[in-house]
């Protein structure tokens, strides 16, 4: 297969597209990226990695960090989880405090925010010291120690983190949050803070490509039947209203974040991520959803 081929082809196309979208700006760090941004980056199950435009600059990845929080989680806990949050898709926007109550405090899945809250809940409760467990398994997951949270990032959402409050509160009410409030905000804010490039992204997925054992490394990250779980889990749920759509074009397992990254993975192929900060109102970003369309019509590769 011709990536490179395929990826200067598409990349060239959609530059020239008008540029519309907007970078998410409830998020104040945020909306100082520069909206034109556009990287992709591939990396295949044998070791190959092509790559186009900002690759190899550094991004918020946002949401996409509940793939990993919910990774480490599961690893950890097992099956128990799934007493305190669903795997159904939600059909509501990322944020959407609707469906919580009549749902009792427990949320659709783990990709959306209150979800991803309730893991975070978890891992409070399952490590003495949370953050440098997570950053530990990251760092070990892409094979790369200079991955941090970002301080600056982190601390801007907590400034406007009106509606996580309030989610995070919701479900406290229903005995669905067993730490402290502010710890578990403070440990999902530096989650969300994560920066990596679309060359680190794509590298730290492939563990999910491929039955839970990272093909590079060897190592196994997770069991066969939780990987294969976590795909089905990105592939209803990874882009919350917008998951049919992604699954309709794309049909890859996949997980956006507002910072306008994708990352989506092909089992026994590639894990794949795309950068492009101007996001549709969905939350999506715009390039990224269309780049990722074009990809896997030109490769004529497909799990269905
Ligand atoms: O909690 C928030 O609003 C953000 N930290 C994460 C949102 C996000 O990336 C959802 N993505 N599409």
């Known amino acids: 297969m011709d990536y490179n081929n395929i990826i200067n082809t598409i990349y060239f196309s959609l530059e020239k597209l008008k540029k519309n979208g907007e970078v998410a700006t409830y998020i104040p760090e945020l909306a100082k990226v520069d909206p034109n941004k ?21 991004f918020s990845i946002q949401s996409i960090a509940k793939v990993l929080s919910l990774t480490l989680v599961y690893k950890k806990v097992g099956e128990k989880i799934w007493e305190r949050v669903g795997v159904e898709p939600s059909g509501t926007a990322f944020n959407s405090l609707v469906q919580l109550e009549y ?40 094979g790369n120690t200079s991955i941090d949270f970002c301080a600056r990032i982190a601390e801007s959402e907590k400034q406007t983190g ?29 989650l969300c803070s994560i920066e990596m490039t679309c060359k680190e992204l794509s590298r730290t997925f492939l563990f ?15 069991s066969e039947s939780k990987s294969k779980r976590i795909n089905a889990i990105m592939q209803l749920c990874g882009f919350y209203d917008e998951a049919g759509e992604f699954a309709f074009k794309v049909g890859l397992p996949g997980k956006s974040g507002v910072g306008g990254g994708i990352v989506a993975i092909h089992p026994n192929q590639y894990s794949i991520a795309v950068w492009s900060p101007r996001l549709n109102k969905k939350g999506n970003s715009k390039k990224g959803m269309k780049f990722l369309e074009q990809f896997t019509t030109k490769t004529q590769l497909s799990i269905f």
């Not at 990287?39 to 900002?54: A, K, L």
């Open 208 to 222: 999910l490509t491929t039955d839970g054992i990272d093909p590079i490394s060897n190592k196994k990250i997770i």
């Open 103 to 142: 749902d009792k405090g427990i949320p659709r899945n783990p990709l959306i925010n209150a979800g991803a809250i309730v893991i975070c809940d978890i891992l409070v409760s399952s490590f003495k010291d949370p953050k440098t467990e997570f950053l530990t398994f990251l760092r070990a997951i892409s």
């Open 162 to 190: 009106y509606k996580n409050v309030a989610l995070i509160n919701l479900m406290k009410s229903f005995n669905n949050i067993k730490n402290d409030i502010d710890v578990v905000m403070d440990f999902y804010y530096n």
């Open 38 to 58: 556009f990287g992709v980056h591939i990396t295949t199950i044998d070791h190959q990695h092509f790559s186009i435009g900002d690759a190899n600059e550094k």
